[in-house]
């Protein structure tokens, strides 16, 4: 916004004089044509100092006025995708002409800076009050009802991919060293997808899926294993199978294979990846197999068997543990995705 028009050091002095003869701030104000306000600041501001002259400051003044912070800061909180070009034509239009670097520098200092937008799935509002309703049926569950569910999920490991990226200690002018760098291939140099599950007692079986996954080969896929890890992980009777809502698993069939394995399963509210704590396994997954750095699909199917069965019982009874959580944080996000 415009700054206001600094006052002459004659005026501020005459206003010293006016209020040392008796008069008012209001009568001062009418008599020189200046806002009460303004009087006032100059007085408090004398009897506090004793003088009426500019104090030393740090630094050049601001180019935006408060007034202009307080309206840049509002725009940018009501959309957060507005620009710094925009940000700058809309202090021009108000008669304050200022650089992009200013408006980021303000904004820091405002607590705000510029941030990738998170990619999160698409919430309809029956998204939404599906995933409040479980949060707020589940919110009381006691921490044993969770430590028997058995979570499941699939994912897509690429041999070179975002899933490889890591960080390196390095000097000046080395960053094409073989040490410090991460090779790629076109096209990504292919991937594999995995099926796996996991409970509080510790990480189940983990099956590589080479084809196309259909309802058939994932009734086929629990049949040779679900069962069978339930036992080798002694998981209490009644114990509760989660998956999504993927069309394979909510195929008829599906449905009615395991309700004759007589096996119970979790109701679960669509688009919420965040109250599936498998998504922070297969985050350490893939952590741990680019921190190993596979050449080639065998090596990368290999690698992430070897790592899946190292993964400590002590973290997947952490994610249990910390369920309740989750489902407050959705609660207290409205039914929108969370920070998990």
Same mark, same amino acid.
Not at 292 to 300: D, G, H, K, S, V
């Given at each position: 916004?415009?700054?206001?028009?600094?006052?002459?050091?004659?005026?501020?002095?005459?206003? %010293?004089?006016?209020? /040392?003869?008796?008069?008012?701030?209001?009568?001062?104000?009418?008599?020189?044509?200046?806002?009460?306000?303004?009087?006032?600041?100059?007085?408090?501001?004398?009897k506090? &100092?004793?003088?009426?002259?500019? =104090?030393?400051?740090?630094?050049?003044?601001?180019?935006i006025?408060?007034?202009?912070?307080?309206m840049?800061?509002?725009?940018?909180?009501? #959309?957060?995708?507005?620009?710094?070009?925009? =940000?700058?034509?809309?202090?021009?239009?108000?008669?304050?002409? *200022?650089?992009?670097?200013?408006?980021?520098?303000?904004?820091?200092?405002?607590? =705000?800076?510029?941030?990738?937008?998170?990619? *999160?799935? =698409?919430?309809?509002?029956?998204? %939404?009050?599906?995933?409040?309703?479980?949060?707020?049926?589940?919110?009381?569950?006691?921490?044993?009802?969770?430590?028997?569910?058995i979570?499941?999920?699939?994912?897509?490991?690429?041999? $070179?991919?975002?899933?490889?990226?890591?960080?390196?200690?390095?000097?000046?002018?080395?960053?094409?060293?073989?040490?410090?760098?991460?090779?790629?291939?076109?096209?990504?140099?292919?991937?594999i997808?995995?099926?796996?599950? $996991?409970?509080?007692?510790?990480?189940?079986?983990?099956?590589?899926?080479?084809e196309?996954?259909?309802?058939?080969? &994932?009734?086929?896929?629990?049949?040779?294993?679900?069962?069978?890890?339930?036992?080798?992980?002694?998981?209490?009777?009644?114990?509760? $199978? /989660?998956?999504?809502?993927?069309?394979?698993?909510?195929?008829?069939?599906?449905?009615?294979?395991?309700?004759?394995?007589? $096996?119970? %399963?979790?109701?679960?509210?669509? /688009?919420?990846?965040?109250?599936?704590?498998?998504? #922070?396994?297969?985050?350490?997954?893939?952590?741990?197999?680019? /921190?190993?750095?596979?050449?080639?699909?065998?090596?990368?199917?290999?690698?992430?068997?070897?790592?899946?069965?190292?993964?400590?019982?002590?973290?997947?009874?952490?994610?249990?543990?910390?369920?309740?959580?989750?489902?407050?944080? %959705?609660?207290?996000?409205?039914?929108?995705i969370?920070? &998990?």
């Amino acid at each position: 916004m415009a700054k206001t028009k600094e006052l002459s050091k004659d005026t501020r002095n005459k206003i %010293v004089d006016l209020h /040392q003869a008796g008069k008012t701030e209001s009568a001062i104000g009418k008599q020189l044509g200046m806002k009460k306000s303004t009087v006032g600041a100059i007085i408090r501001k004398w009897k506090t &100092y004793k003088t009426t002259d500019n =104090l030393p400051q740090s630094g050049a003044p601001r180019k935006i006025s408060p007034r202009g912070v307080k309206m840049i800061t509002r725009t940018v909180s009501k #959309n957060p995708r507005t620009t710094r070009g925009d =940000l700058v034509n809309d202090l021009q239009r108000a008669g304050t002409k *200022v650089t992009k670097a200013t408006i980021s520098n303000t904004l820091h200092r405002q607590g =705000l800076k510029s941030c990738s937008a998170r990619r *999160v799935p =698409l919430f309809k509002p029956v998204h %939404v009050r599906a995933r409040l309703k479980f949060a707020r049926e589940h919110l009381d569950d006691p921490e044993e009802d969770w430590e028997n569910v058995i979570w499941s999920d699939e994912t897509k490991i690429k041999l $070179f991919g975002k899933n490889s990226t890591c960080r390196v200690w390095r000097r000046k002018n080395a960053e094409l060293h073989p040490k410090n760098t991460i090779p790629t291939v076109k096209h990504g140099g292919g991937n594999i997808m995995l099926w796996g599950w $996991f409970s509080a007692k510790g990480p189940g079986r983990l099956i590589r899926v080479k084809e196309r996954m259909n309802g058939a080969m &994932y009734r086929e896929i629990l049949s040779k294993n679900l069962l069978p890890s339930a036992r080798a992980l002694k998981m209490k009777r009644g114990w509760v $199978f /989660q998956h999504d809502n993927d069309p394979k698993h909510t195929a008829r069939a599906t449905k009615e294979w395991l309700r004759k394995k007589h $096996f119970k %399963v979790l109701e679960w509210p669509s /688009q919420s990846p965040d109250l599936n704590p498998i998504e #922070n396994l297969w985050r350490e997954l893939k952590i741990r197999v680019a /921190q190993r750095q596979p050449q080639n699909i065998t090596a990368l199917e290999e690698i992430c068997m070897e790592e899946w069965a190292k993964l400590p019982a002590t973290v997947c009874k952490n994610l249990v543990a910390t369920y309740r959580k989750r489902l407050t944080s %959705v609660i207290a996000n409205k039914g929108y995705i969370t920070k &998990y």
